[in-house]
């Protein structure tokens, strides 16, 4: 019985240092966020690609109903 409670401090520390290993090496929430990233960044440059393709379009667009609205009056 004295033995294990001899052993019992360096028991406490192997299994604390193992636990502290396995949460280090573990990279299985890993493949999700770097998903994550990549939609961001996929979304990022569709909008960025629309707008410098229809840019041009809507500041058009928006110059005519502007003169437009100021001949309602």
Same mark, same amino acid.
């Given at each position: @019985?004295? *033995? *294990? =409670?001899? /052993?019992?401090p360096? +028991?406490?520390?192997?299994?604390? *240092? !193992? =636990? $502290? +290993?396995? $949460? *280090? ?5 890993l +493949? !999700?966020?770097?998903?994550? $990233?990549? =939609?961001?960044?996929v979304a990022? =440059?569709?909008?960025? @690609?629309?707008?410098g ?6 500041a058009?667009?928006w110059?005519? $109903?502007?003169?437009?609205?100021? /001949?309602?009056?």
């Amino acid at each position: @019985m004295l *033995k *294990k =409670l001899r /052993n019992l401090p360096l +028991s406490a520390y192997l299994f604390t *240092k !193992g =636990l $502290i +290993s396995d $949460i *280090k090496n573990d990279e299985r929430g890993l +493949s !999700g966020v770097v998903v994550a $990233i990549l =939609l961001i960044l996929v979304a990022v =440059l569709a909008v960025v @690609m629309i707008w410098g393709f229809l840019g041009g379009w809507l500041a058009d667009l928006w110059e005519t $109903i502007v003169g437009e609205a100021g /001949n309602i009056n």
